[in-house]
């Protein structure tokens, strides 16, 4: 029984042991099988390591101590003999152990580099003074499967202040140097500020000399300058209003003749309104009201006709009934004669008991005849006395006047009555 191991890109897996084999297999970035209690699995990294080589006081080749500080960038190498060599030298350790052994194999070559060459050597080429460690260092770490990727001098510096005196002796050069370039370069700015001084005092009197026969040229231009655009704005003026004048009669014109145009157009249209209201005119009131009248005459003419036969009709029927009625009439008026004869003379041989007796039984008759008319009346307004023209009569007016009533009916009761006893 076992189980897989497996490791990423940046370490090596380490399998030996199991199963009576002595091979030892090295993976990178993959996966192993490993048998239980009989595979040894070993890890060592392949990431990048950075190392801080430092070399306090180290005399170079002229005796002066220096203190050199660098930076390495190393990491194991994966070529399978050099990836072995490596194991055999730090598989089981941890990474500070490794890191510690290649750090002061770096030392050792770094301070036996150092006694060879000169401070200014040094000083002046620090890629030289590097690249010589590289290739020193490469072969010794190489033989443990380990590769320099990187290096470089941080910080070179002595306790004698040498590198201090000789950059002192430099900058006192170069200060020197400057002092003279700044005293040379003043006094030849004295000298061209004063050449330049008188040239612009020359150029100051010529150009207040052209300033001021430019200013009266200028004032001379500026007034002939001035009458000429005088006489153009005048005529300008002028040539505005004359074109404006112009302007406005067109447009009155124009005006004109677009109101020409539209009452024209206004008469068109009234004309046509008045055709069409013609014909609308003619289509719903005189042909409707043609064929009315021709339908209206027709139906008179049926109805004349028909009245006049009706009229014939009925004047021969009113003939024949008038006559008829005449005969009737003359022999009901024979017959009421006769009676009336035969009654005056029966009347005659009445007593005045029996005369009276026939009156009073006509008063009753003759009483509703009278008051027939007032049973129909539903207001009586009765006027006279004094004051009918204010429209108001007194009580006993009105009574005078219905006492005054009754007894002319009372008189016409009586002239009638006797009239018909005098006239039987």
């Known amino acids: 029984m076992g189980n897989v191991e497996t490791c990423g890109p940046n370490e ?234 112009k302007e406005q009669q067109l447009i009155m014109a124009e005006e004109m003749e677009i109101e020409v145009v539209e009452r024209r157009k206004r008469v068109e249209i009234e004309e046509q309104e008045i055709i069409r209201n013609e014909k609308k005119l003619e289509s719903t009131i005189r042909l409707p009201a043609e064929a009315e009248g021709y339908r209206v005459q027709t139906i008179a003419q049926g109805q004349r006709t028909k009245t006049v036969l009706e009229a014939r009709a009925s004047a021969e029927g009113i003939r024949v009934v008038g006559a008829a009625k005449a005969v009737s009439l003359e022999a009901t008026g024979t017959a009421e004669a006769e009676g009336l004869v035969k009654m005056a003379e029966a009347f005659n041989e009445f007593t005045d008991a029996a005369k009276l007796k026939i009156v009073l039984e006509s008063l009753p008759n003759l009483a509703a005849e009278l008051t027939a008319p007032l049973s129909r009346t539903r207001e009586i307004v009765i006027l006279g006395g004094n004051d009918a023209v204010n429209g108001s009569t007194s009580l006993a007016e009105m009574t005078d006047n219905v006492v005054s009533m009754f007894s002319r009916a009372q008189e016409i009761t009586k002239s009638q009555v006797g009239s018909r006893v005098a006239a039987s």
């Not at 380490?14 to 970035?29: E, H, K, M, R």
């Not at 194991?76 to 072995?84: F, R, T």
């Not at 380990?146 to 950059?167: A, H, P, Q």
């Open 12 to 245: 090596a897996l380490v399998l030996s042991g199991g199963c009576g084999s002595d091979n030892v297999q090295t993976i990178v970035g993959g996966w192993g099988w490993a048998w239980c209690g009989l595979t040894d699995v070993q890890r060592i990294p392949l990431s990048i390591m950075t190392l801080c080589p430092r070399c306090e006081d180290v005399e170079t080749s002229e005796g002066v101590p220096v203190t050199v500080t660098g930076v390495a960038q190393v990491k194991v190498m994966q070529d399978k003999k050099l990836l072995a060599a490596a194991c055999e030298q730090f598989l089981g350790l941890d990474v500070e152990t490794m890191q510690s052994a290649i750090l002061h194999t770096m030392e050792g070559h770094l301070r036996a580099i150092l006694g060879t060459l000169s401070i200014e050597s040094i000083y002046r080429d620090r890629e030289m003074f590097a690249s010589l460690v590289r290739e020193m260092v490469a072969p010794d770490i190489g033989g443990m499967g380990i590769e320099i990727l990187s290096f470089t001098i941080k910080d070179l510096s002595d306790k004698v202040e040498y590198l201090n005196s000789l950059g002192r002796g430099q900058t006192a050069n170069v200060r020197r140097d400057a002092d003279i370039g700044v005293a040379e370069a003043e006094r030849d700015a004295v000298i061209r500020e004063a050449d330049y001084n008188k040239q612009m005092v020359d150029v100051r009197c010529e150009a207040d000399g052209a300033i001021a026969d430019s200013q009266r040229k200028f004032e001379l231009l500026q007034t002939h300058y001035n009458q000429e655009v005088n006489m153009a704005n005048a005529e300008s003026t002028l040539a505005y209003k004359l074109q404006a004048a």
